[in-house]
């Protein structure tokens, strides 16, 4: 069975109402409105991963009224120091084009160690997507997000130093973080394939994924 990513399975195993917020999820694939209702429940509370799995549902739904709804149960998610609740917060403001709040949002994440999110936010410096560019911030993001082995980076910072008349010691370094990145790549995917190490901002693991923390 595939494990979760690191970060999704930690906030699992720190979750006080893990074993309650497991069964509102399973309930939920079979009553919907049952399942729905237990978890705003536990959200009520303080469970920061229950107001992720709301959150994220309402801001999908489509629905004006329901994505406020969600946006406010994200918001207290990453309050309350959810990563993903945050990370699934700036992935909304970008929905939405409020680039500012995404930012914010990124920069927290970047605050908090998280590399997919240092990733992210290089691709929206260098693709000018915030309202401006800015490739030294580009770089050094995604720097630190190699040192914390997030191999995806390695491309774009490889792809980055070939665009760029940044010296030609620049253009050596893009060579070799492409070598490195295919090992790295390959090694991951066989031992870890949902690591976070790959994953990119806006990949989510799925609502049921919860059921791969038995297998730890």
């Known amino acids: 069975m595939t494990r979760m990513g690191e970060n999704i399975h930690r906030e699992w195993d720190k979750e006080p109402l893990a074993d309650e917020l497991w069964e509102a999820l399973q309930n939920r694939k079979q009553d919907w409105d049952s399942g729905s209702a237990r978890l705003t429940y536990l959200a009520d509370r303080?469970?920061?991963?229950?107001?992720?799995?709301?959150?994220?549902?309402?801001v999908s739904s489509g629905d004006r009224e329901e994505?406020?709804?969600?946006?406010d149960w994200l918001i207290k998610s990453a309050n309350a120091g959810s990563i993903e609740g945050r990370l699934r917060l700036s992935h909304?403001?970008?929905?939405?084009?409020?680039?500012?709040?995404?930012?914010?949002?990124?920069?927290?994440?970047?605050?908090?160690?998280?590399?997919?999110?240092?990733?992210?936010?290089?691709?929206?410096?260098?693709?000018?997507?915030?309202?401006?560019?800015?490739?030294?911030?580009?770089?050094?993001?995604?720097?630190t997000a190699i040192t914390a082995g997030h191999v995806p980076s390695m491309g774009l910072l490889s792809q980055i130093y070939r665009k760029e008349k940044l010296g030609f010691t620049r253009k050596i370094v893009s060579h070799w973080l492409c070598l490195r990145k295919i090992p790295a790549f390959v090694r991951c995917l066989r031992?870890?394939?949902?690591?976070?190490?790959?994953?990119?901002?806006?990949?989510?693991?799925a609502l049921d994924q919860a059921r791969n923390r038995q297998t730890h």
């Open 67 to 71: 994505a406020m709804l969600g946006e």
């Open 46 to 58: 303080g469970s920061a991963l229950a107001m992720m799995y709301l959150g994220h549902d309402y």
């Open 92 to 143: 909304y403001y970008e929905r939405q084009k409020s680039w500012g709040k995404a930012l914010a949002e990124l920069r927290a994440l970047t605050g908090q160690g998280y590399s997919p999110a240092m990733y992210h936010l290089a691709r929206l410096l260098y693709g000018g997507e915030l309202g401006y560019k800015s490739v030294p911030e580009a770089v050094l993001h995604l720097r």
């Open 191 to 205: 031992i870890y394939p949902n690591s976070d190490r790959l994953r990119p901002h806006g990949r989510y693991p």
